[in-house]
């Protein structure tokens, strides 16, 4: 597994670099808001946190189409389901992979980003931390749409139309733990938990639910 | 160890390809399947590899005991189809290390397996500069680097030349001789002693 691990982020680095898109998909969707907002910094800064987290939710969906349909193309996925590795665990590692190499490089570039939203050190560091806990979901519930869609030629846009709605309930405590950082009243704790409970939740499930879908769709 | 094959029966799109499908085949046979296009031989393959679901009959693996082997027969098979499952932009010796790791079981190094099919000198170029043929050849290189008792093999030569194909077909013998069993959809006469044919003829 820590060779399929290794050979998906290698190939990532190798294919262009998706890494490298994602965080510029990240950097047009965050810089237009601002343009379109006007220079009200005080209204940017308290719509920063949900900015944030529909750049990184957009930015995740990259890629996603081409997890198992790429491998269907070029034969591997015969392979990769053969094996006796429980199939949901290999999916479960190519997931892993995808988030490695466009969740995490969002998370990271979340400080600069931050910045220009005129969002304060301690926003930055909850957003961090709720993208964090938060952005994996989106690989592994990503990975049943990627599932679903394995033999569609163009099922980029059917996995988008797929996956928004499942996601929606980590945007909405992502955010939520995010105000509630800034925001005296407002509680960080409770939706953040709620977040990491999504994403371990996911983790489970979503690889379980693909495995079953691939299964399927052999032909 | 024996693989049996009863009533197989295969479907695509809710329509039949090909039913009633039985054989056997016990250690160091071969079976090749023939038949004109279009008439299942892939289907085939594929249901004995556990890639398509069985819409009758059944794939069973017993060994010397008579006793069936634990798990899914596709555990112990390796799987040449039309395609080569390797990565554009992997070198050779990636791809094929990914292959052994992910696959288990090593057999020959890679090194040695390149060798067998005269590709040493291509170990560290990336997969995408090879010619058809030679990408052929890697893919065959992948069914060496792990051990698998079982080879089901669509097409295998396709696209080779004549010499290639003699390597391929030596490889094969050699396989068969060590114990294994295999499968091949090929007009290619193989040259083993203990060949058995199937003619799929297409359900019109």
Redesign the interface.
């Known amino acids: 597994m820590?060779?399929?691990l290794?050979?998906e982020i290698?190939?990532s680095i190798?294919?262009g670099g998706s890494a490298l898109t994602g965080v510029l998909f990240f950097l047009a969707v965050v810089s237009v808001f601002p343009f379109a907002v006007g220079p009200d910094t005080k209204l940017l800064s308290h719509l920063a946190p949900a900015i944030l987290w529909i750049g990184a939710l957009l930015a995740s969906l990259l890629g996603l189409d081409r997890l198992f349909a790429q491998e269907r193309?070029?034969?591997?996925l015969?392979?990769?389901?053969?094996?006796?590795h429980p199939l949901a665990l290999t999916i479960f590692v190519k997931a892993l992979a995808h988030w490695i190499m466009t969740g995490l490089p969002l998370v990271l570039a979340t400080p600069l980003f931050g910045v220009m939203l005129n969002l304060s050190p301690l926003g930055i560091g909850a957003t961090m931390i709720t993208l964090l806990a938060g952005t994996p979901a989106i690989s592994f519930i990503g990975a049943v749409g990627a599932a679903v869609s394995v033999k569609l030629p163009r099922g980029g846009m059917l996995i988008s139309v797929l996956v928004l709605p499942l996601v929606i309930p980590v945007l909405i405590f992502g955010v939520a733990a995010i105000t509630g950082a800034l925001e005296d009243p407002a509680p960080f704790t409770a939706p953040f938990l709620f977040v990491c409970a999504i994403t371990l939740f996911t983790s489970v499930l979503g690889p379980l639910a693909a495995s079953i879908m691939l299964r399927?769709s052999?032909? | 160890m024996k693989l049996i094959i009863e009533n197989l029966s295969l479907s695509?799109a809710g329509q039949e390809i090909v039913t009633d499908i039985s054989f056997e085949l016990s250690a160091g046979e071969a079976l090749i399947v023939t038949g004109e296009n279009g008439s299942g031989k892939s289907t085939t393959l594929?249901g004995v590899?556990?890639?398509?679901?069985l819409s009758g009959g059944s794939v069973t693996l017993l060994d010397e005991t008579g006793k069936q082997f634990e798990?899914?027969t596709?555990?112990y098979?390796h799987?040449l189809?039309?395609?080569?499952?390797?990565?554009?932009?992997?070198t050779v010796r990636?791809n094929l290390?990914?292959?052994q790791?992910?696959?288990?079981e090593p057999d020959l190094t890679i090194e040695q397996a390149l060798e067998e099919v005269d590709l040493a000198h291509t170990i560290d170029l990336p997969f995408s500069y090879l010619s058809a043929g030679m990408k052929r050849r890697v893919s065959i290189a992948r069914l060496l680097v792990s051990d698998r008792p079982i080879w089901i093999v669509d097409e295998p030569t396709a696209g080779l030349d004549a010499q290639s194909s003699k390597m391929f077909t030596n490889l094969c013998q050699t396989f068969c001789k060590g114990g294994g069993i295999l499968i091949a959809a090929t007009h290619l006469p193989l040259g083993i002693k203990t060949e058995k044919t199937l003619e799929i003829k297409a359900l019109r």
């Not at chain 2, 189809?81 to 992997?90: D, F, I, T, W, Y």
């Open positions: 820590t060779a399929l290794k050979r290698l190939l190798r294919a193309e070029d034969g591997s015969d392979m990769l389901v053969m094996q006796s399927h052999a032909d | 695509r594929r590899a556990g890639l398509l679901p798990g899914e596709r555990e098979c799987y189809g039309h395609q080569n499952g390797m990565k554009p932009a992997l990636e290390d990914f292959w790791k992910f696959c288990g």
